[in-house]
């Protein structure tokens, strides 16, 4: 899991009825953060400060939420979790909170009308801890994957985690997936891809792959909508970077998205790779980023795979609920 660097917290606020949630990452005092956000349709907050060469180095909660545009709303619940307890950039005459934000539209599977909201951010940090929940959970409760013929064709995302270690440095990944694309191996086999419009789903082994490369071209031609996907990424490491290497990092993360879905980065998708350092070890940047490519890709497979059946949509397994 993300939180096997130490001081690493993750939280969680589901809602299942609407089918929808937020995730909120929460890290140690100290943390030096960066982030790049690649495709066309990206929604997010906070994340110019994230460029190197800008004043504050140090967040203090990362949010990823479902909602569309109107989830960012829950990033307040988070600043107001945060600054109850005298956490924020030092301003003089107040602590101000740094959290970065970012959203995906979930709004065609569940309620379009329930969003996560500043009460969700809230409970998302109360609920933080070391375990992570995965799969139809947080942000991911109503995250959809494969939609290249359309999103009637999609199969479930959701939330997965993973880590990788390797000379006493630690790499962490938490993947929230509602990508445009299938979702691959490294040797290409399909976990997820469009399902077959007439087919009854059979599971991964059945009629559930459709593999369509590059999958951007649905029948009668109309392009996919813009806005309704993105993958949103956290790495976690418990490497000493400074907010340049932190940066170069989260390029690496993306290294881990193509690696995992097929295509990434689309006009359609508005993929986004944050990046916390928490500087306690030291390690060469090129091992890294190389864990850090692994673990993503991990992380998004098993959020993938882990997903439950909801709104409809059936999950990898071939599950329909």
Not at 13 to 18: P, Q, R, S, V
Not at 291 to 316: N, T
């Amino acid at each position: 899991m993300i939180t096997r660097v130490a001081g690493i917290r993750v939280g969680h606020a589901t809602d299942l009825e609407g089918i929808t949630g937020c995730t909120v990452v929460l890290p140690p005092p100290g943390t030096i953060a960066s982030g790049s956000v690649r495709g066309g349709a990206p929604g997010t907050r906070e994340t110019d400060l994230l460029r190197p060469g800008t004043l504050v180095e140090e967040v203090h909660a990362v949010l990823l939420s479902g909602g569309s545009a109107f989830g960012l709303a829950a990033a307040d619940g988070v600043v107001r979790w945060l600054e109850e307890r005298g956490i924020g950039f030092d301003a003089g005459v107040a602590r101000v909170p740094i959290v970065p934000a970012a959203i995906l539209f979930d709004l065609g599977v569940g309620d379009p009308a329930r969003r996560p909201g500043p009460e969700e951010g809230y409970a998302a940090c109360e609920a933080a801890g070391e375990e992570v929940q995965e799969g139809s959970v947080g942000a991911g409760t109503g995250a959809t994957v494969a939609k290249s013929a359309g999103p009637e064709r999609g199969v479930k995302g959701g939330v997965g985690t993973a880590s990788a270690e390797e000379d006493g440095v630690i790499v962490g990944a938490l993947a929230v997936v509602n990508a445009l694309g299938e979702i691959v191996e490294d040797d290409g086999t399909v976990i997820a891809g469009p399902r077959e419009a007439s087919a009854e789903v059979t599971g991964i082994q059945g009629s559930l792959p459709m593999p369509i490369t590059p999958p951007v071209d649905p029948p009668g031609g109309r392009p996919p909508d813009p806005g309704m996907n993105t993958t949103l990424v956290v790495v976690a490491t418990d490497a000493r970077l400074n907010k340049e290497r932190a940066h170069l990092l989260s390029l690496a993360g993306h290294e881990g998205l193509t690696r995992a879905i097929r295509p990434a980065h689309t006009l359609w998708d508005g993929d986004a790779v944050f990046t916390l350092a928490t500087g306690t070890a030291e390690a060469a940047q090129p091992l890294v980023e190389r864990l850090a490519s692994d673990a993503v890709a991990e992380a998004i497979r098993r959020a993938v795979r882990l997903a439950s059946s909801l709104g409809g949509v059936p999950s990898a397994s071939g599950e329909t609920g």
